[in-house]
């Protein structure tokens, strides 16, 4: 087998990376405009040994991939800001009990049913913070076809190594853009650590992640919400137990960042740094395309845990622009790890930003002393 | 494998107040499950949120702890990707009816080949005895304090409506009874649905006039109708008096189970 | 065989003193060693089980072990009722 050309909409090849990793349990819920995921996942998953499986709404979509993930298949749903929201439960849960699940959102304009049919970043906060209590997570932002199929593969490969859900968070625009894709004819694939026998459940290796205890295979685990003790029984009344638990889930990402990291430095040297992620790259992309060698970027393929050194390449760095389909969500983040002065640069409503935009937002930058300046468009 | 090998020992004595009745369906479960001479690595138990959910953590085979009225969604999940597993769900009148009512509906018409165990305690035990969908008119509880205006659901009704292939109804008195039906549900493909009347001496009996825990079996005992009786009084148009309620199987038919490996 | 209580499972709730064909479980008075009030049992020789689970090879009756919610009651191994016991009571 030969890698394979294709012409394809992002949504679809978000699809086909996920067969491309193995990926044999889908449960989705329509919605737009993430709904062509679920239409390919249905065409294509019996063909090759999994199962499609159209659930009653969102919370059972997330339920679902949970429960298919503990029988030990690679699993994912992909939804929008509506259907994101009902999956907030379950999506602590699976943080919690340790769970590797792919959800993918292909973003659209919030709150509420807000535009349907727009692109929108809205979700990137509620993404990393939408559940209840302290947990980490891992989010992953492709800004071309390409990427959707890539970063798709790779979401899995994170989700196992290290048990947690991982967020694609895509958009409208890159989720139906239709673009030239390589599709492989084979992918990395990094599997999920199986308990070993005699170890406890959730207990963790030198990585702070335990062995999965894949249902079925004998190990007798009993997996629960509840904050549990290494065995896995519930231990709810005791503080150490709980803090111990959650701070080792926190740290089992946020102390492997500059492993997870996943970003493209472009003119390090510059003074004028674009940071982004998803769509606005494109248009980031075009406007130095158009005037080599005059700004700097910073593009995300990860956003969380937020890649905060990558800042630090930036060594010149006078301000950093921060075009987003949202008011400021990043921006936040990268406030907290810079002291150099932050353009924001919103836009909201469903179109790219446009160069000229960039531009405008540029000649701010120029003059900007102020920690935090918004560029109305 | 004997009996005692299906209880997770090692967490024995279980949370349940004194004379709640799911232990002892937790018994019957279990006791049904070691006549089938199921294998461990082959049963997997699943459950949502509740005192009866709690079930699930002692047993000693792989067990799924999930969220409030969701256990059915993840059950679903694990069994289509596992066709082979024998999947059992445990859940609560709140869990099955109220939170996951729209789950119970559509496991049922899939007909997605799990066994549920509902123990119907007609209250919020967990919570401390809020009203539940269950709960009887007029019966008394922390959110109805002047008694339930509501109706009760009819679980098994809603069950049979939606498409389960086996439907049972016993309660936590009739253990021979309840262990054969779950033995049947088990065996049927598809979905069987076992809803368990059962006592919640602390927030339910307490409060409704059935202090003693040997009062609540009482009233199973003298209020539950076997269904053949109750098909025979309806037939001469005697209408049920309203304490009691039916008890027996409703359904056992062979319609296209969900999740049942293709026979090959 | 001989039938027992085990006294770290029961919580006192009397249900197998509803059940049993014999009347053989009694409300008890005395607490056991985690305060609650254990069942006393009257007569256990007669139980269907300890009398004729060996010779049948299963177990029979169990009503009591199946209800009791606390998984307190079991049968252990061995001949504890002299045959002179069964025979006073007639
Ligand atoms: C989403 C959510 N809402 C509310 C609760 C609180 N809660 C825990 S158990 C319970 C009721 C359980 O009632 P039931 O299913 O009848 O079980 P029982 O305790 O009576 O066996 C509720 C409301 C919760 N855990 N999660
Ligand atoms: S509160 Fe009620 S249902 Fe819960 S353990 Fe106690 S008696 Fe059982
Ligand atoms: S049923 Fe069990 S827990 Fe209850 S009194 Fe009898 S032996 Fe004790
Ligand atoms: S097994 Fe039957 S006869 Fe023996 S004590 Fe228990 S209920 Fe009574
Ligand atoms: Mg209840």
Redesign the interface.
């Known amino acids: 087998m030969t890698d394979k050309t294709d012409f394809l909409n992002g949504n679809v090849a978000c699809a086909e990376g996920a067969l491309a990793a193995g990926c ?2 889908f ?1 989705g819920y329509p919605i737009t405009p993430s709904t062509e995921v679920a239409e390919r996942m249905a065409l294509r998953l019996p063909k090759v040994g999994g ?1 499609f ?1 159209q ?3 969102e ?3 997330a ?11 690679r ?1 994912m749903t992909a939804t929008s800001g509506p259907g994101f929201s009902l999956m907030m ?2 999506i602590g ?1 699976a943080t919690f009990t340790e769970t590797p699940i792919v959800i993918v959102n292909v973003q659209r304009g919030g709150p509420s049913t807000g535009q349907p049919t727009m692109a929108a970043q809205g979700d990137m906060l509620q993404c990393r913070y939408g559940s209840h209590g302290d947990y980490s997570v891992i989010a992953l932002s492709p800004s071309s076809v390409q990427e959707m199929y890539d970063l798709t593969v790779k979401a899995f490969n994170l989700a196992d190594r290290f048990r947690t859900p991982v967020f694609l968070m895509t958009d409208e625009t890159i989720g139906h853009m239709r673009e030239k894709i390589t599709l492989h004819s084979n992918v990395e694939i990094i599997p999920r650590r199986e308990l070993k026998e005699g170890e406890l459940p959730c207990a963790p290796d030198e990585n702070g992640v335990p062995g999965f ?1 894949t ?12 904050t549990h003790n290494e065995k896995g ?2 231990a709810t009344d005791s503080a150490e137990i709980h803090e111990k638990l959650v701070r080792r889930q926190v740290r089992k990402i946020e102390d492997f960042r500059n492993e997870i990291a996943d970003v493209d430095i472009v003119n390090p040297d510059a003074e004028l740094v674009f940071i982004s992620y998803g769509a606005p790259t494109r248009t980031v992309r075009q406007l130095l395309n158009d005037n080599p060698d005059t700004y700097g970027h910073l593009n995300l393929r990860i956003v969380w845990p937020f890649p905060d050194e990558s800042l630090l390449a930036f060594k010149n760095a006078k301000a950093f622009i921060i075009p987003e389909m949202n008011l400021g969500q990043i921006a936040k983040e990268v406030r907290q790890h810079t002291n150099i002065p932050i353009v924001v640069v919103p836009k909201l409503g469903g179109a790219l930003h446009t160069p000229a935009e960039l531009l405008k937002a540029v000649e701010v930058a120029k003059t900007v002393k102020k920690p935090v300046t918004e560029v109305r468009l | 494998m004997n009996l005692e090998d299906w209880y997770r020992q090692d967490r024995l004595p279980h949370i349940y107040c004194a004379g709640c009745g799911n232990g002892t369906i937790l018994n019957c479960t279990l006791r049904a499950v070691e006549e089938l001479d199921y294998k461990k690595e082959e049963t997997t138990f699943i459950s949502g949120i509740g005192c009866s959910s709690r079930a699930a953590g002692y047993t000693s085979s792989d067990s799924l702890h999930t969220t409030h009225g969701r256990a059915l969604a993840f059950a679903t999940g694990l069994k289509l990707v596992k066709p082979r597993q024998h999947v059992i769900v445990f859940t609560g009148d709140g869990d099955c009816s109220a939170i996951g009512g729209n789950h119970f509906i559509h496991a049922c018409r899939r007909n997605i080949d799990i066994t549920v165990i509902c123990m119907n305690n007609n209250i919020y035990g967990m919570t401390g005895g809020q009203g539940s969908p269950c709960t009887p008119y007029g019966a008394i509880s922390t959110t109805t304090p002047y008694g339930m205006q509501e109706q009760p659901f009819d679980l098994c009704k809603v069950a049979e409506a939606a498409g389960a292939n086996y439907v049972a109804r016993w309660t936590s008195f009739h253990v021979k009874e309840l262990t054969e039906a779950i033995r049947v549900g088990l065996e049927t493909p598809g979905l069987s649905f076992i809803e368990v009347m059962t006592q919640c001496p602390t927030s339910f009996g307490s409060k409704n006039k059935m202090r003693q825990v040997t009062q609540m079996l009482d009233m199973f005992r003298d209020n539950a109708v076997l269904k053949a009786k109750a098909d025979r009084d309806a037939a001469k148009g005697i209408l049920p008096s309203p304490e009691k309620f039916v008890v027996g199987q409703f359904v056992r038919r062979n319609n296209p189970p969900l999740g049942v490996e293709a026979a090959k | 065989m001989k039938l027992v209580v085990n006294e770290r499972r029961c919580k006192g709730c009397n249900m197998c003193t509803k059940v049993c064909p014999y009347g053989i479980f009694q409300e008890g008075k005395r607490p056991g060693s985690r305060g609650y009030i254990i069942p006393v049992l009257d007569h256990p020789e007669r139980c269907t089980n300890c009398r004729l689970q060996k010779l049948y090879g299963r177990q029979l009756c169990g009503m009591c072990q199946m209800i009791c919610p606390d998984q307190a009651i079991s049968w252990i191994d061995e001949k504890p009722f002299e045959p002179q016991k069964v025979v006073i009571e007639y």
Not at chain 1, 215 to 226: A, D, E, K, Y
């Open positions: 044999r349990f449960a199962v499986i659930m009653e709404d919370l059972a979509s339920a679902a991939i949970i429960g298919g993930s503990w029988a030990g298949a699993t439960e379950n849960y205890g249902f079925g295979m004998g190990h007798n685990v009993h997996i629960t919400g509840l029984y519930p």
